[in-house]
């Protein structure tokens, strides 16, 4: 597995500590090599790791810093993991309009680097910011889009990502017992690819799941998040809204 494959699968399975001994060795290769590739993609794993242990500010710094190596390459390819990195910050600290016009950025470049499984991923991230500014009906329609082309398609790995989706928008319109059933097929979706999600993620189902249990009370969100848990991920949307 490339340097790249490797360090992702660790963050993904919550390995934080091998991330950062990972990248940090990545860095010191990658700039004695003339690699921008591999010193974009560890500065970028850098951020993440920052970011999910809820520092904005560093997650945002390490984000710069990928880009400008980047940017210095002339490889506009490089640009899209620290340019979605920017846009989850934003997004993560509450600036919604500046996360919204910067998914919208990485939409089209991605869409110019012909790279629809993360034009896809960015549409969901995008629909999120929409939702955060309470355009639920921009939000129901962008989550329903990337629901389908997932499925359509195939992407496994971004199957939970949708159930996350849809557990912030049934905790958006109250529908509380939704919300704590979807979270259920969240965890299990999860699981059964052996990872956690992405720090933004986590913290929307996070929302989602204290607003649940304060609604319902924690008995019943227990019950309808063990219905969840037996779910099918498929099964859990009906087709009227898939």
Known sequence: MTFSENVRSAFRRGETDAVVRMSEAEIERAQAAGDPAGEVEARYSLARVAIRGGDLPGGEARAREALAVAVRSGDRSLEERPRHVLAAVARMSGDLLRARELYRESIALNEALDRPATVNSECHNLAFCELGLGNLDAARTLFAESRERVFRNGWADFVPYVCVADAALASAENDHSRAARM????????????QVPDPDDAADLARAREAAVQALGPAAFDESYAQGQLLDPRAAFPDDRR
């Open 183 to 194: 979270i259920g097929v969240v965890e299990a979706a999860f699981a059964s690819l052996g």
